[in-house]
């Protein structure tokens, strides 16, 4: 579907407009300055503030706001889906009081200890994709290294096959960068998906092992077994989730690297700045924006949104408000209070936060053993993803120094 570029992100926005998937930066602080909650008629109708306090009171008020589908697209639910309270992917698309129960069910395999264990796969992996690139000074870091570390970990975590990653990738395309086919095409574009994850869940209830699907279908709620739509929701948040938001935060840390050498020496130098710099790269460069639909005609600080309306919550957006945060548009690895909305705000805030910054310590650690000094390649272009989450899709790195 081509559609014509926007003039005014304060009254036309659009987030996959090109000028935001290639900069948004500077059009959120136009924004904040002169619109803090922009509008569109896309998609049927969208808000989308700006602000850090706007977008944390939308994230926490589910007196006025659904989460029943969280992707914005050209479609709507309709009354014939999964109920309000459920939605399409529990927890994330659950409102409460059901949410609390599915998110409480896959918490225990995102606490703290059971990740510590895997960060000794993760390093492995990583070697191994950093073996793979051999002895070439020009490598691309999104294609060859950053997506490929949040899919072997959410296949480990699933016990579905390591193979199976390209699959996975698609899985990520077709749900998050679709968003503007007509919703007959977004349904068969979807299929694919389908024709993975139910046969997957038949297969797992015939020879359960020791992996999430198990998990999820031995689980209960009020002793009963849970829905097979709420296993398939879970398999696929759990998928697209699990991979996009790494894999993006990984890219755009090693991106931000490539173009700030005094911020690359200092990490070689001093590697202990690591675990600051990391969350600093998720303040400044938060790859995701959540979805909520209004759920009736409700006054939001003067905007009149109407039932069915899309937000568009930009916790990038939010990390960039100096209102919230000194300095807000400088990257500064070494910051000490960052309470930044990068795994959101309210209670949808990331379960699998534990898991994204241990990959992304031990995907930086390694890549920094081996690369000690590097470059963008200006000769190649470097895109990034459209949609809801944003981070390199193609990073073409030129190595100037190995360790």
Known sequence: ??????????????????????????????????????????????????????????ANDTEHFTSRTVVINNGR??????????????????????????????????????????????????????????????????????????????AKLCGLPQEDGEQFR????????????????????FKPVEEYIVPTIVERRENPDDGLISYLLDAEIMGEKLSDEHVFGSILLLIVAGIDTTWSAIGSSIWHLANNPDDLARLVAHPELLPSAVE?????????????????????????????????????????????????????IDREINRHSAFGLGIHRCLGSNLARMEM????????????KFELNASEPTTFSQGQVRGPRQLPIQILERS
């Open 1 to 58: 579907m081509i559609k014509p570029p926007v003039t005014d992100f304060a009254t036309d926005f659009d987030h996959t407009d090109e000028a935001w998937v290639a900069d948004p930066y500077p059009i959120m602080e136009d924004l904040r300055e002169r619109c803090p909650v922009a509008h569109s008629d896309r998609y049927g109708g969208l808000w989308a503030p700006m602000t850090y306090d706007a977008v944390a009171a939308i």
């Open 361 to 372: 310590t031990v995907a930086l650690e390694e890549w920094l053993k081996r690369y000690t």
């Open 170 to 189: 698609e899985f990520v395309r077709i749900v998050l960068e679709g968003v503007d086919l007509p919703a007959e095409e977004r349904l068969e574009a």
């Open 280 to 332: 600093e790269f998720l303040r400044a460069y938060a790859p995701v924006s959540m979805a909520r639909l209004v759920k009736d005609d409700f006054d939001f600080q003067g905007c009149p949104m109407k039932k069915d309306d899309w937000i568009f919550l930009s916790f990038p957006a939010a990390n960039r408000d100096p209102e919230a945060f000194d300095n807000a548009d400088e990257v500064l």
């Open 77 to 154: 639910p309709g009354d014939d889906a999964l109920p309000a309270s459920i939605g399409v992917a529990p927890p994330i698309s659950s409102d409460p009081p059901f949410h609390d129960i599915a998110r409480g069910l896959l918490l225990p395999a995102f606490a703290p200890r059971p990740i510590a264990a895997l960060e000794p796969f993760t390093r492995e992996l990583c070697n191994q994709l950093l073996d793979k690139m051999g002895d070439t000074d020009l490598v691309d870091a999104s294609v060859q290294y950053a997506e490929h570390i949040p899919v072997g970990l959410i």
